[in-house]
C-alpha cells in the first residue's frame, strides 16, 4: 500500500502515521523528520534546510525531491509506504509521478485529512515533543503527568522553533497557497479521499482505516 497523507500543519498527519505504521507494518517518511535529523545533526543539508524552517517556509523542492528519491529505494519500501508531508507542491507531485514510474509503481490513494484553521492554531502552539526519546504530548490534550517532563524517559520536553505563534500563521499561509492546490490535483487524478480530522485521535484513525480497507 502506499499512500499519501495530506493535511495543514496540525492536522495530525504525523500521528495518525505513526499509528498507520504499527498497524500496517509499512514505513513513515516524512521529510518533515529527514529534514529536523539533518538539523539536529548539522549536516550539510541540515544547515541549508533550517533558515526556510525557522521562518516556516518551504525548503527548495529540488533539496525534498531529492530526499525522497533516495528514501523510497531503501528496502523497507519494498512493501508500501505512508508519505507524510511531500508533496508540498505541484512540482513536488510532478517529480515523484515521475521518479515513482521509473520505478514501475504509482500512489494508490491520497489521504486529505481536512481541520478548521482555528483548531490548527490551538493544537499547534500547545505541540512539545521529547528531547531524548521524541515522544509527542500536548498542553490541552495530551498533558505530561509532570510540567516539562516526559512520561516515558523522563527526558526534557521542548516546542519545535517553527510551532511558535508567529510561524505558525506563516506555516498556514504557506500551506493555503503552495500546498493546498494538491488537493485539486489528486482529485483529478481520482486519488483524492478526505476525512475530517476532527474529534480524538482514536475516532480519526478509525476513519482513516476504513478508508484503507477499501482503497488499500
Ligand atoms: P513538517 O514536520 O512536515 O510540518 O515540516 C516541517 C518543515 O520542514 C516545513 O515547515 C518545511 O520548512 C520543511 N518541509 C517538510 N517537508 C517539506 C516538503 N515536502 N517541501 C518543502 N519543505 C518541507
Do not use: W
Amino acid at each position: 500500500m502506499r499512500m499519501i497523507l495530506l493535511g495543514p500543519p496540525g492536522a495530525g498527519k504525523g500521528t495518525q502515521a505513526k499509528k498507520l505504521v504499527e498497524k500496517y507494518g509499512i514505513p513513515q517518511i516524512s521529510t518533515g523528520d529527514i529534514l529536523r535529523e539533518a538539523v539536529k545533526n548539522k549536516t550539510s543539508l541540515g544547515q541549508e534546510a533550517k533558515s526556510y524552517m525557522d521562518k516556516g517556509a518551504l525548503v527548495p523542492d529540488s533539496i525534498v525531491v531529492g530526499i525522497i528519491r533516495e528514501r523510497l529505494h531503501d528496502s523497507d519500501c519494498a512493501k508500501g509506504y505512508i508519505l507524510d508531508g511531500f508533496p508540498r507542491t505541484v512540482p513536488q507531485a510532478d517529480e515523484l509521478k515521475k521518479a515513482l514510474k521509473a520505478m514501475g509503481q504509482s500512489i494508490d490513494f491520497v489521504l486529505s485529512i481536512v481541520v478548521p484553521n482555528e483548531d490548527l492554531i490551538k493544537r499547534l502552539t500547545g505541540r512539545r515533543t521529547c528531547k531524548e526519546c521524541g515522544a509527542g504530548f500536548h498542553l490541552l490534550y495530551k498533558k505530561p503527568a509532570k510540567d516539562g517532563v516526559c512520561d516515558q524517559c523522563s527526558g526534557p520536553l521542548f516546542q519545535r522553533d517553527d510551532d511558535k505563534e508567529d510561524t505558525i500563521k506563516n506555516r498556514l499561509t504557506v500551506y493555503n497557497k503552495q500546498t493546498e492546490p494538491l488537493t485539486q490535483y489528486y482529485r483529478k487524478d481520482g486519488a483524492l479521499v478526505e476525512i475530517q480530522g476532527t474529534g480524538g485521535i482514536q475516532d480519526i484513525f478509525g476513519r482513516i482505516c476504513a478508508v484503507v480497507e477499501k482503497q488499500g
